[in-house]
């Protein structure tokens, strides 16, 4: 199984300032016959069902906006809030897609400081 | 508009079953692979189940093989979650998700089951 492995559990950030998620994997989520990262990035916030933020590591889904980004290849990943807004607390999750199981990260709990 | 509707959770005592129930609209679901995911109470998520599109591949999580089964009915626009001889630790609030080999692009709400005695 691959695991997942997210840094750090917590981070509390002003507003306005950037937030930076790590998330490594315990193997390597590149195809590389595509050159595609089976890596994805989930937002949720208290009583919701989890949110793509990104996929392919670096793919922002539709309507996402522009202050998140994802980077990173092979093993290791990173989810960046450039600009922290108050909207943005939430509990924030990697995930591969590479093989089964499909497995998440522990998760990060983004505060405002 | 894309909705997931899960339904089918409650209460149930260690050992006993339950059937959970996903329907889809707003997509053509015969085209998409589909999946369970369940989140226990403060914790973080867990894949449970992925179902191909023409029910040919099925996956599981290894701590519910033997014990949940897959399934789907294309014409019916539902996916299914038979959980049989359950737990206290599979006691979570359960979502359906859009998406197999693929990331998670839909959820539902979910569906609390509970497993006490």
């Known amino acids: 199984d691959i695991v997942m492995t997210q840094s750090p559990d917590s981070l509390a950030v002003s507003l306005g300032e950037r937030a930076t998620i790590n998330c490594k994997s315990s193997?390597?989520?590149?195809?590389?016959?595509?050159?595609?990262?089976?890596l994805a990035w989930y937002q949720q916030k208290p009583g919701q069902p989890p949110k793509l933020l990104i996929y392919?590591?670096?793919t922002r889904e539709s309507g996402v906006p522009d202050r998140f980004s994802g980077s990173g290849s092979g093993t290791d990943f990173t989810l960046t809030i450039s600009s922290l807004q108050a909207e943005d607390v939430a509990v924030y999750y990697c995930?591969?897609?590479?093989?089964?199981?499909?497995?998440f990260g522990g998760g990060t709990k983004v505060a405002i400081k | 508009e894309v909705q997931l509707v899960e339904s089918g959770g409650g209460l149930v005592q260690p050992g006993g079953s339950l059937r959970l129930s996903c329907a889809a609209s707003?997509?053509?679901?015969?085209?998409?692979?589909m999946g369970w995911v369940r989140q226990a109470p403060g914790k973080g998520l867990e894949w449970v189940a992925t179902?191909?599109?023409?029910?040919?591949?099925?996956y599981y999580v290894d701590s519910v093989k033997g014990r949940f089964t897959v399934s789907r009915d294309n014409p019916k626009n539902s996916v299914y979650l038979q959980m049989n001889s359950l737990r206290v630790e599979d006691t979570a609030v359960y979502y359906c998700?859009?998406?197999?080999?693929?990331?998670?692009?839909?959820w539902g709400q979910g569906t609390l089951v509970t497993v006490s005695s």
């Open positions: 998700a859009r998406g197999g080999w693929s990331p998670s692009d839909y």
């Open positions: 707003g997509f053509t679901f015969s085209d998409y692979w």
């Open positions: 179902i191909k599109q023409d029910e040919s591949e099925k």
């Open positions: 193997q390597s989520v590149l195809y590389t016959s595509t050159n595609n990262n089976y």
């Open positions: 392919w590591a670096s």
């Open positions: 995930q591969q897609y590479y093989s089964a199981p499909l497995t």
